[in-house]
């Protein structure tokens, strides 16, 4: 089977004539260039002077670099009682613990859904497709009232619960989960393996790629998660509100902005970096078959 499904793909590769490929360079070319300029953008003008910032016709590039903007910011979170390392160890430590927590639990409301039969099992997938639909700010009312009887206003909880929970994360799990050959999870049952030790040893090394781009997604979204519904104690802020703050200064504050926007999108890009050799490479060579 290997052999043939080899033979295939190099009579593909030989049948390819040179302006195919150039074809589709070019095509893959222009869309990765249409996803990356913004980015660019966005990095180019932490630097440009104001003048470069209001210039017309707009110019991409910027002709007279500058740390000013990086300056200014700095100068205006000194100016708050709370320092800069407060709102960043909150963003850190929300985003960590939030991540880890709804990565563990979608595995594990993925888990029972994929691999066993119990009742209400199909409604119970159809809802959390169902709440694919929904945007995140429809649930505000009910997350505010919920949080408010827990008594986990300005606490990190109020920020954490919400994040945890992700009809994504648990959408994601469950379709990869699905491919796992049920013989694979006997031969470990058989082993003496209980269910927990099952879906820790066996299910979720099997379901790496799958757990890595939620961990990508799930920090993405709460990293720029403001939280100004749940917390209004100043010490417990996240950096993502104080740049809210800040944004909200007009044109004058315009370069700030875009430093702001450049620092804002760091860390996220940092683990995608971290993380995105080894979810192409589990995703190549992690092909389960029975």
Do not use: C
């Not at 009232?145 to 994040?163: E, H, Q, R, V």
């Amino acid at each position: 089977m290997k052999v043939r499904f080899h033979r295939l793909r190099t009579n593909r590769k030989l049948n390819r004539s040179a302006g195919g490929n150039f074809l589709l360079f070019l095509v893959l070319a222009l869309l990765g260039a249409f996803m990356v300029l913004p980015l660019l953008y966005a990095f180019v003008s932490a630097f440009k002077p104001m003048e470069e910032l209001f210039i017309f016709p707009p110019r991409f590039f910027v002709a007279n670099p500058t740390l000013d903007n990086f300056i200014h910011l700095s100068q205006i979170l000194s100016n708050y009682w709370v320092p800069f390392s407060r709102y960043l160890f909150n963003s850190v430590f929300v985003s960590v613990v939030a991540t880890f927590g709804s990565v563990m639990v979608s595995s594990m409301a993925a888990y029972p859904m994929a691999k066993h039969s119990f009742p209400g099992r199909k409604p119970l997938s159809d809802v959390v497709v169902l709440a694919l639909l929904f945007t995140p700010q429809v649930l505000y009312i009910p997350q505010y009232i919920i949080i408010a009887k827990l008594g986990l206003i300005n606490t990190y909880g109020a920020l954490i619960l919400p994040a945890i929970q992700s009809p994504l994360g648990v959408f994601l799990m469950k379709q990869f989960m699905t491919q796992i050959p049920t013989s694979l999870l006997e031969a470990s049952r058989i082993d003496g393996a209980n269910e927990f030790t099952t879906w820790w040893k066996v299910v979720m090394p099997s379901v790496k790629p799958a757990w890595l781009t939620l961990i990508i997604f799930a920090f993405q979204s709460i990293w720029n998660q403001p939280g100004n519904s749940y917390v209004y104690d100043e010490a417990m802020k996240v950096l993502p509100s104080i740049m809210g703050q800040i944004q909200g200064g007009g044109l004058a504050r315009a370069g700030v902005v875009a430093a702001v926007a450049l620092v804002m999108m760091i860390p996220p890009l940092v683990l995608f970096q971290l993380t995105q050799r080894s979810v192409i490479e589990t995703m190549t060579t992690s092909g389960i078959k029975e």
